[in-house]
């Protein structure tokens, strides 16, 4: 195992050391237990927006907290859900008298603990609403899941959700409008390689020289098919024909189309990807509007992407143009 680490049981902590010292403009960090709010919460009158999950997919989630996304995030140990006390103490921390919207992905370990904590906030006094996100099409039920996987149409619902959280809209409106994000939005995902936990010394899984595996999870969850590896054009057209036709996205449709890194992939090649995805969607007479691409929720250092494709209307294009400004996502502030 080569990472720039000091010791394995640490990495997390020293992460959020490292949040502290780079951005203590944009957020606050607390140890006891973790989690990370803007550093102007709680904003009276205003919705929260808290997420969270396990390390080891930066950006996300941490690296979303700020004006015009998220008020809070939670980390987890790598790829370990953040634990109830967690959510707790930041739903309180960035509860401005409006309710809390908790962001969760669709992980067995992210559901149950999302729950107890809503159940301890609401039983003091704080509305909170929960948004599951589900849009991963590759596979029914995982390792991980019951039911499909929350992957990347997460980071377009915070960026939409925290929108509208940040206008003033009311703790339901904000609530129905991640929901109908993730509604909109289907994934899939390939992997060229493995990853390495830290605490675990060695690769997820083994993949062969001239193999991938389509359909691959965040957390390195097997996928739908392993077959020798193909050119980009050819990985392009099987995930994003299996994405627009489990919607269905038809004719005419305008999408935000999402090319996600997974950690260990060039920039170069995600435009290829992108370059490829753009030329499949006019074939199918969907244009696409709005795009986003780079590393933003990634599995450590996996080589390999994910495709997300976002249905839009009026109302998702004025809230994705708003401006935002985290460490990982930033525009027009």
């Not at 690296?63 to 930041?90: I, N, R």
């Not at 039983?123 to 996100?133: N, P, R």
């Amino acid at each position: 195992m080569k990472k720039l680490i000091n010791d394995p049981a640490n990495v997390v902590r020293e992460e959020l050391q490292g949040i502290e010292q780079a951005h203590p403009d944009l957020v606050k960090v607390f140890y006891d237990p973790y989690y990370i709010v803007r550093a102007d919460a709680p904003k009276s009158g205003k919705v929260g927006l808290l997420s969270g999950g396990g390390s080891g997919h930066e950006p996300m989630h941490g690296g979303f907290v700020g004006m015009g996304m998220l008020d809070a995030a939670c980390p987890g140990e790598v790829f370990t859900s953040p634990t109830p006390d967690q959510m707790e103490a930041a739903t309180k921390a960035v509860n401005g008298d409006a309710g809390v919207v908790h962001i969760v992905k669709n992980y067995t370990g992210d559901v149950m603990n999302f729950e107890m904590a809503a159940d301890l906030c609401r039983s003091e006094g704080i509305e909170v609403e929960s948004v599951l996100v589900d849009d991963d099409v590759a596979v029914q039920d995982s390792l991980y899941t019951a039911g499909r996987r929350g992957v990347g149409t997460t980071v377009l619902l915070e960026k939409i959700a925290g929108a509208a959280a940040e206008e003033g809209r009311a703790l339901k409106e904000v609530a129905d409008i991640a929901r109908e994000v993730n509604a909109n939005g289907r994934s899939m995902g390939m992997a060229l390689t493995s990853c390495t936990v830290p605490a675990a010394g060695k690769p997820t899984f083994e993949l062969g020289e001239d193999e991938m595996e389509i359909g691959i999870g965040i957390h390195g969850e097997p996928g739908r098919e392993r077959m020798k590896v193909k050119s980009a054009a050819e990985i392009v057209e099987m995930m994003t024909t299996t994405i627009v036709e489990d919607l269905p996205f038809n004719q005419g449709d305008e999408v935000l189309a999402f090319v996600n890194g997974m950690g260990g992939t060039p920039l170069i090649e995600l435009y290829v990807v992108f370059n490829e995805l753009s030329k499949f969607l006019k074939g199918r007479g969907v244009t696409i509007s709005r795009n986003l691409i780079g590393s933003y929720i990634t599995s450590l250092e996996m080589a390999g992407c994910s495709i997300t494709l976002l249905k839009l209307n009026d109302d998702f294009k004025k809230l994705w143009d708003a401006p935002v400004k985290t460490a990982g996502l930033r525009w027009g502030a």
